[in-house]
């Protein structure tokens, strides 16, 4: 079992930055791999990044590389999140999730076991 807990959310102005956290609690952190997703309104939930379990491999969506940056903490149980150059199209709810699969690093929602609450960032124009 793996509880998951997002902060870090909040309205910023187009062009600012945001670091979301997201604080990992049951099993040992250091052996799964994680990832950002988010939903908009009216749309699905997409993609944002991952991370291995060691930090050593990293991915993103098109849509935020370069921008955004994930990264992890082991002896905090935490993984980040730092969301540069906003955009109002990043405006949706965040989540980050938990892949217990140790198989590598999956980039597809239904693929992660555990899912936080998630956090709402909005970007105005």
């Known amino acids: 079992q793996v509880q998951l807990v997002e902060s870090g959310g909040g309205l910023v102005q187009a062009g600012g930055s945001l670091r979301l956290s997201c604080a990992a609690s049951?099993?040992?952190?250091?052996?799964?791999?994680m990832g950002w997703f988010r939903q908009a309104p009216g749309k699905e939930r997409e993609f944002v990044a991952a991370?291995?379990?060691?930090?050593?491999?990293?991915y993103y969506a098109d849509s935020v590389k370069g921008r955004f940056t994930i990264s992890r903490d082991n002896a905090k149980n935490t993984v980040y999140l730092q969301m540069n150059s906003l955009k109002p199209e990043d405006t949706a709810v965040y989540y980050c999730?938990?892949?217990?699969?140790?198989?590598?690093?999956?980039?597809?929602?239904?693929?992660?076991?555990?899912w936080g609450q998630g956090t709402q960032v909005t970007v105005s124009s």
């Open positions: 999730a938990a892949d217990l699969n140790q198989a590598g690093v999956a980039l597809s929602g239904p693929d992660y076991d555990y």
């Open positions: 991370i291995s379990w060691s930090g050593g491999s990293t």
């Open positions: 049951g099993r040992t952190f250091s052996s799964y791999a």
